[in-house]
């Protein structure tokens, strides 16, 4: 069908061409860019972050700047609408893209873009036209790095130059964001309640807070406890990867003797790439249910997963359901857990801690995008 439609375009352009010879000459218009969503792009989508507010609700967020929703999570293809918000523009040849999302309720997601601002939804699943870009004021120079929504009244992003903004009405607009100095630049957040949250500095330290409304005045180190990645759930709990080992504690503001280590992971070889032919087993993201339910993954497309995360290695299960390098982690229950990677694929269990969960694996990306 395609060959068809190609060969009829074809000799109607050359008909057409030949119409003008004796007629006016062909007039052509400014240049329009193709949507960069697959199949139209060179560049390929990878998930950059997950959201899943309940068992029915998950909002992905990918390099294009697309969100990608679920009712469904574990569906397969036909499950998940792609939107893109915005024609991405270009930084370097590199389409702009989302970097990081979260979605405390259905009725609000709120994501971070590459070009230093916010986008958000109370509708997230119903297209373009409700989705808005806010621009934070000062968030120029060093760009948002990740968002943590405990509750639909108050969000956090924090940035890579040491600012926190906190917002009790986050779909309010920019002046309901309010900016305080943190202790270090930030790579990520994570916030169970509104009375627990977590962050890790560009140097992998760990800064809790019990009252992260406050802003950056009321955060302090947890010396001697380093992470790449942290999922806190309720006000108590917090687990952390840094590589090989997870980290966890049910007093996460208690110093390095109330987090307990567990080396789950395999190290990489020094100076491994995956166009070397060896595989990066780094972990690189982490998501609780709760305080007996949490599972990890890595860039070799593994999960770890543990009903006991604190009761050390014995107590993690490996599955290598066959994903590509997992990227985030979402788990809204226990009874499901939606892993994303950066080739597009959803991965997903409803037996997430069993010795041996079943893991599905399926595309996000339809063969025909849905824009708009």
């Given at each position: 069908?395609?060959?068809?439609?190609?060969?009829?375009?074809?000799?109607?352009?050359?008909a057409?061409?030949c119409?003008a010879?004796?007629?006016?000459?062909?007039?052509?218009?400014?240049?329009s860019?193709?949507?960069?969503?697959?199949?139209?792009?060179?560049?390929?989508?990878?998930?950059?972050?997950?959201s899943?507010?309940?068992?029915?609700v998950?909002?992905?967020?990918?390099?294009?700047?697309?969100?990608?929703?679920?009712?469904?999570?574990?569906?397969?293809?036909t499950?998940?609408?792609?939107?893109?918000?915005?024609?991405?523009?270009?930084?370097d040849?590199?389409p702009?893209?989302?970097s990081?999302?979260?979605?405390?309720?259905?009725?609000?997601?709120?994501?971070?873009d590459y070009?230093?601002?916010?986008v958000?939804?109370?509708?997230?699943?119903?297209g373009?036209?409700?989705?808005?870009?806010?621009?934070?004021?000062?968030?120029?120079?060093?760009?948002?790095?990740?968002?943590?929504?405990?509750a639909?009244?108050?969000?956090?992003?924090?940035d890579?130059?040491?600012?926190?903004?906190?917002?009790?009405?986050?779909?309010?607009?920019?002046?309901?964001?309010?900016?305080?100095?943190?202790?270090?630049?930030m790579g990520?957040?994570?916030?169970?309640?509104?009375?627990?949250?977590?962050?890790?500095?560009?140097?992998?330290e760990?800064?809790?807070?019990?009252?992260?409304?406050?802003?950056g005045?009321?955060?302090?180190?947890?010396?001697?406890?380093?992470?790449?990645?942290?999922?806190?759930?309720?006000?108590?709990?917090?687990?952390?990867?840094?590589?090989?080992?997870?980290?966890?504690?049910?007093?996460?503001?208690g110093?390095?003797?109330?987090?307990?280590?567990?080396?789950?992971?395999?190290?990489s070889?020094?100076?491994?790439?995956?166009?070397?032919?060896?595989?990066?087993?780094?972990?690189?993201?982490?998501?609780?249910?709760?305080?007996?339910?949490?599972?990890?993954?890595?860039?070799?497309?593994?999960?770890?997963a543990?009903?006991?995360?604190?009761?050390?290695?014995?107590?993690?299960?490996?599955?290598?359901?066959?994903?590509?390098?997992?990227?985030?982690?979402?788990?809204?229950?226990?009874?499901?857990?939606?892993?994303?990677?950066s080739g597009?694929?959803a991965v997903?269990?409803?037996?997430?801690?069993?010795?041996?969960?079943?893991?599905?694996?399926?595309?996000?990306?339809?063969?025909?995008?849905?824009?708009?």
């Amino acid at each position: 069908m395609c060959v068809r439609k190609l060969l009829l375009a074809t000799f109607g352009l050359v008909a057409l061409m030949c119409g003008a010879a004796h007629a006016s000459p062909l007039r052509w218009t400014r240049p329009s860019l193709i949507p960069h969503q697959p199949p139209y792009s060179s560049f390929t989508p990878s998930f950059t972050a997950l959201s899943c507010p309940s068992t029915t609700v998950c909002v992905g967020a990918d390099s294009l700047g697309d969100v990608v929703t679920s009712h469904d999570p574990s569906g397969g293809v036909t499950a998940w609408r792609t939107t893109r918000l915005a024609s991405p523009s270009l930084i370097d040849g590199v389409p702009d893209g989302l970097s990081a999302v979260s979605c405390p309720s259905a009725r609000l997601c709120v994501a971070l873009d590459y070009a230093y601002g916010l986008v958000i939804s109370t509708n997230p699943a119903g297209g373009a036209r409700t989705w808005r870009a806010m621009h934070l004021s000062g968030v120029d120079t060093d760009r948002l790095s990740s968002i943590a929504c405990p509750a639909v009244s108050l969000c956090l992003a924090v940035d890579w130059g040491g600012r926190m903004f906190v917002s009790t009405d986050p779909a309010g607009g920019s002046g309901t964001w309010i900016a305080s100095s943190f202790p270090a630049g930030m790579g990520s957040i994570s916030c169970g309640s509104t009375e627990l949250c977590a962050a890790i500095s560009n140097y992998g330290e760990v800064y809790t807070s019990s009252d992260p409304a406050a802003g950056g005045s009321s955060w302090s180190a947890q010396p001697g406890v380093h992470a790449t990645a942290v999922s806190c759930v309720g006000g108590s709990f917090c687990a952390a990867t840094n590589g090989e080992q997870v980290l966890s504690t049910d007093d996460p503001t208690g110093g390095p003797a109330a987090w307990n280590a567990a080396t789950i992971d395999q190290p990489s070889e020094l100076g491994c790439t995956k166009e070397a032919g060896c595989t990066t087993n780094a972990l690189t993201a982490i998501g609780c249910a709760s305080s007996t339910s949490c599972v990890a993954v890595d860039a070799a497309g593994n999960l770890f997963a543990a009903d006991d995360p604190s009761a050390g290695a014995a107590s993690w299960h490996e599955s290598s359901p066959g994903a590509g390098d997992l990227t985030a982690i979402a788990c809204p229950s226990t009874a499901l857990c939606v892993a994303v990677d950066s080739g597009g694929d959803a991965v997903s269990s409803v037996d997430p801690t069993a010795v041996a969960p079943t893991w599905q694996v399926s595309g996000c990306w339809p063969s025909i995008p849905v824009i708009g």
